[in-house]
């Protein structure tokens, strides 16, 4: 269903790896209502044995009880941080383990007598997790860009945070769509552009991935769960008939059914679209 790879995600990653040596830490931003499949593992390949800063973004959007499995795994990876980078507490909770991070790098410098610079930090994720959100909360106190570091173009600057910098380029990890369902869970959380998929091929990927986590959704609002594509579109006519969406002449306005549908999906609350898998 979803076909999407941008180039410039694939250039991206290849040189992450070439500027891998530069960065003292990773920090990873996921949506928490994705705690898999927005994160794609081939990253461990570049980061190797480096430190890692995971930040589970939108967590007002996701069901935390759910969420709790996958972060035991990860934490045995990194250190994790829970949030949503809109509220307040945000800035605290990243500063905090950043701080943490960069007291750890200065006990092995100090035990070597070498002096201790600010962490390095670059910024990764699929797209609309929460980089720039996170990068800007960060900068907005007492900050100052400083110039180009060696290894990284003129064009790429660094925020000075005190005890560590954020690259404010973000790198881009490119998605791993495997298959139509991790393609629906990506689109439904904004990290695929909705204009970059076919409207009906869309509706029937999400209509699908609702009815299998969450159909009570569908149920709240006199549709049947299915994943039968003519069903589908059957209860896209009665949608739009239950919520009067009308054309001037009188016919259903399924188009309009629809984008209302999909905006309903993507601002469910309390959800994971993920299942824990212990082995995996």
């Not at 410098?109 to 670059?122: F, M, Q, R």
């Not at 990068?135 to 900050?143: A, D, E, F, Q, V």
């Not at 881009?172 to 076919?198: C, F, H, N, T, Y």
Request: glycine letters at 4%; proline letters at 3%; one cysteine or more.
């Amino acid at each position: 269903m979803i076909h999407w790879f941008p180039g410039h995600m694939a250039k991206q990653f290849r040189l992450l790896q070439e500027k891998q040596k530069l960065f003292d830490l990773f920090i990873v931003v996921m949506d928490a209502r994705l705690p898999k499949s927005s994160f794609n593992e081939e990253i461990f390949k570049i980061i190797n044995n480096k430190p890692i800063l995971f930040v589970f973004n939108k967590a007002d959007k996701a069901n935390l009880v759910k969420l709790k499995s996958f972060i035991s795994k990860y934490e045995k990876r990194g250190q994790v941080v829970i949030t949503n980078l809109k509220n307040k507490d945000g800035y605290k909770k990243i500063n905090t383990a950043l701080n943490n991070e960069y007291q750890k790098f200065k006990l092995k410098n100090d035990a070597k007598g070498k002096l201790t610079p600010a962490l390095k930090c670059v910024v990764l994720g699929v797209p609309n997790v929460g980089k720039s959100t996170l990068i800007n909360t960060m900068s907005k106190t007492k900050s100052t860009k400083v110039g180009a570091i060696a290894g990284i173009t003129r064009s790429e600057q660094w925020i000075n945070c005190k005890n560590y910098m954020l690259l404010d380029t973000p790198g881009l990890l490119m998605p791993k769509i495997e298959s139509d369902e991790v393609g629906a869970k990506l689109a439904i959380v904004g990290s695929i552009r909705q204009e970059a998929i076919d409207l009906n091929e869309l509706i029937v990927a999400l209509y699908c991935l609702i009815s299998k986590y969450y159909p009570e959704k569908l149920v709240e609002i006199n549709l049947k769960p299915t994943k039968n594509e003519e069903e589908i579109f059957d209860n896209l006519s009665e949608y739009a008939r239950l919520n009067n969406l009308l054309l001037k002449n009188g016919v259903l306005d399924i188009k309009k059914g629809i984008n209302q549908l999909i905006n309903y999906f993507k601002n469910l609350d309390n959800v994971i679209f993920d299942i824990y898998e212990e082995n995996k």
